[in-house]
Structure formats: structure tokens, C-alpha cells
């Protein structure tokens, strides 16, 4: 059930990947005999009824730039933002899903769909991230540095995913946390750093054969293309994460508000269609050697948007030294961007 809700999901997301500057190579089936139009004539026709039947509009142009911000998104698992005020050093653990979609209109998406037209919708994750912090008050006072790295593998037969994640980030207590019996706030803290993200994706099935009609010795034929699509999405880049953060600790309970930007320095997204597969003919009463045909394409060399402001949240419990938060972070801009995790961990 779960790998054929995947797979529906990237067949969905894939089927209408415009494939502009599409490359055709070919090999037609070998017969005893001549294809009365000519091998050049024939191969003409096989073109255009392949780029009419895989590219269907110009350009995927919304849907790379949501898989990019979301996949910008699912790099900041393992956040500790409930672990504010720690003495020495912290470690966590955590899983981040993201999303980014235009609306939540989801008739709106299917009528896309099924008129071929892009699509505003992007989503990943990542599975394991593992983050270090320490209190590095010895050498400036209110200082805090964070390294983490994360890792996503995932395969399904045809399907694959995999993400890698790693950063740097300081953090510096800009007014002191306020304690009182029951209730402490945890004063105001500043933010920045690098991270790094790395996420492919691909997919691999079987589509609908194209068929192009053609003369051969007098007689009608169809030449007949059975490809196998593998789309392949890819995308890299190095944001700049500023964040502003504060917190109450109710008895055990940890809240966390905070506002930031994520700056996307440099990141580049591609999503490659790929067809493969025999070529036959169809309609004759002779023997024939099936050939063989590739088309590739893509929509290429499109970015995660440079600036997203952001408002977080969380909500914790802190058990003596040990730590858990749910973080969660809405983007704004046009249409909708979020993230949210679980993060386990321990800070002394």
C-alpha cells in the first residue's frame, strides 16, 4: 500500500514534465523491405508524435521552485530551539517533512493535473539529522555553536530518494533568561549559520505506447514506441537561516516563538525525464527486428526562492536533562510553506 501511494504520488507529479530542448535518438525496426516515406521522413514523424505526446506544455517552472523551497525546508531537522539556556553542551536527534503548495485547493490541483497544466506543489524530507550544541560562554558569554549533519535513503524498487544535509550555526543570547518559581522565560536569542542540502529523487514506470502511423512496402503499418520514463529530480544549495527566538517553560512545558528569514545564498534544481524503450512495427505480415528509441529532456536550472520570512513555533517537555520538541515553521510568501519535526535529545 505504501509503495503504491508513492508511486501515484511522482507518476502524478511527473507525467507532465514539459521537455523543452528534447533530445530524440533512434534506431527503427529492421524489415526486408523499405519504408516507402523514407527512414528520414519516418523518423520526423516519430519526433513530433513523441515531443506531442511527452511534452505537453512549456516548462515545469512552479513545481521545481516548490520541490526547491521545500526541500530548503526539510534541512533544518534536529533544531533545538525548546533547548534555549543550556550550561554545557546538547544533543539531539530529529525527522523534518516539508511542504510548499499554492493552495489547499486539492480539486484545484486534480483539474491541473488533468489538464497537463504546472503544478504549484513540493514536498520532501528528511529522516535523520543529528545535531551537537555547545555553550561556548568561556570565551564570549551568551555564545552557542550547533553542527549537524543529516541523511535521508530510501528505496522502493523503482522509486529512490536521497537527501544529505549539513551545517554550522551560532547562536547568542542577546538578553538573559528571567526565572521564577513555576514559570521562566527564556530571555531573547539571535541566530545564523550555513546549511548545506542535497536531494535527488527519481522514478521509474511504464508509460502509455505512442504510436505513429507509416507506409511500408504498400501496406499500412503503426511503428510503435513501448518507453520505460525514469524522472529524476535534483537539487542543491546553501541557505543563510536568521532567527530571533524566545520561550516560556511552564513546570515541564517548553513553548517557543520566534520570527527569522532563510536566505537561499546559491541553489540550483533540475527535474529530467528520460524515455526508453523498443520500437516495432505493427500491422505487417512479415518478420520484423524491433529497434530502439531514447528521449530526454527537462526543465532545468531553476532555484529555491532567495528570501522566505518565517514565523516559529514549538512545543516541548523538559525532563530534567532530557529534551523533547516539535518544531514548526510556516513561510510566508505566495502560496503556502511549512515544516514540522520531532526532535529528541539531551542538554546539560
Known amino acids: 500500500m505504501i509503495k503504491k501511494i508513492i508511486a501515484l504520488g511522482f507518476v502524478i507529479i511527473f507525467s507532465g514534465v514539459s521537455l523543452f530542448a528534447?533530445?530524440?535518438?533512434?534506431?527503427?525496426?529492421?524489415?526486408?523491405?523499405?519504408?516507402?516515406s523514407g527512414i528520414p521522413a519516418v523518423k520526423k514523424l516519430f519526433e513530433e508524435d513523441a515531443v506531442a505526446a511527452l511534452s505537453r506544455f512549456d516548462g515545469m517552472n512552479k513545481l521545481v521552485t516548490a520541490m526547491s523551497n521545500a526541500t530548503s525546508y526539510a534541512a533544518d531537522g534536529a533544531t533545538t530551539r525548546n533547548f534555549m539556556g543550556y550550561k554545557m553542551f546538547a544533543v539531539a536527534i530529529g525527522t523534518m517533512g516539508a511542504l510548499q503548495t499554492g493552495s489547499f485547493d486539492i480539486e484545484d490541483k486534480m483539474n491541473k493535473i488533468e489538464e497537463s497544466q504546472d503544478l504549484d506543489f513540493g514536498v520532501n524530507a528528511q529522516a535523520i539529522?543529528?545535531?551537537?550544541?555547545?555553550?561556548?560562554?568561556?570565551?564570549?558569554?551568551?555564545?552557542?555553536?550547533?553542527?549537524?549533519?543529516?541523511?535521508?535513503?530510501?528505496?522502493?524498487?523503482?522509486?529512490?530518494?536521497?537527501?544529505?544535509?549539513?551545517?554550522?550555526?551560532?547562536?547568542?543570547?542577546?538578553?538573559?533568561?528571567?526565572?521564577?518559581?513555576?514559570?521562566?522565560?527564556?530571555?531573547?536569542?539571535v541566530g545564523t549559520g550555513l546549511i548545506y542540502y542535497n536531494s535527488k529523487i527519481s522514478f521509474t514506470t511504464s508509460a502509455a505506447s505512442i504510436s505513429t502511423p507509416v507506409s511500408v512496402n504498400g501496406s499500412s503499418a503503426s511503428l510503435v514506441y513501448d518507453p520505460d520514463l525514469d524522472s529524476k529530480f535534483e537539487t542543491k544549495g546553501i541557505k543563510i537561516p536568521i532567527d530571533v527566538m524566545t520561550g516560556v517553560r511552564l513546570a515541564v512545558v517548553d513553548f517557543s516563538f520566534g520570527l527569522g528569514c532563510d536566505i537561499n545564498v546559491w541553489s540550483n534544481s533540475d527535474l529530467t525525464y528520460k524515455a526508453d524503450g523498443e520500437t516495432r512495427l505493427e500491422g505487417l505480415a512479415i518478420t520484423t527486428t524491433p529497434g530502439r528509441a531514447k528521449v530526454s529532456g527537462g526543465t532545468t536550472g531553476k532555484s529555491a526562492d532567495a528570501f522566505k520570512f518565517k514565523t516559529m513555533t514549538g512545543i516541548g517537555l523538559s525532563l530534567g536533562p532530557v529534551k523533547l520538541d516539535v518544531p514548526i515553521t510556516y513561510y510566508f510568501g505566495e502560496g503556502h510553506g511549512a515544516n514540522v519535526g520531532v526532535t529528541a535529545g539531551i542538554a546539560f
Open 129 to 189: 539529522t543529528v545535531s551537537v550544541g555547545a555553550n561556548l560562554g568561556f570565551l564570549v558569554e551568551g555564545l552557542y555553536v550547533t553542527g549537524k549533519v543529516g541523511s535521508f535513503s530510501f528505496n522502493i524498487q523503482d522509486f529512490d530518494i536521497n537527501m544529505f544535509s549539513c551545517g554550522l550555526l551560532a547562536q547568542y543570547q542577546l538578553i538573559d533568561p528571567i526565572k521564577t518559581l513555576f514559570v521562566t522565560w527564556k530571555g531573547l536569542q
Open 22 to 36: 528534447m533530445e530524440v535518438e533512434m534506431t527503427l525496426p529492421s524489415i526486408s523491405g523499405s519504408y516507402d
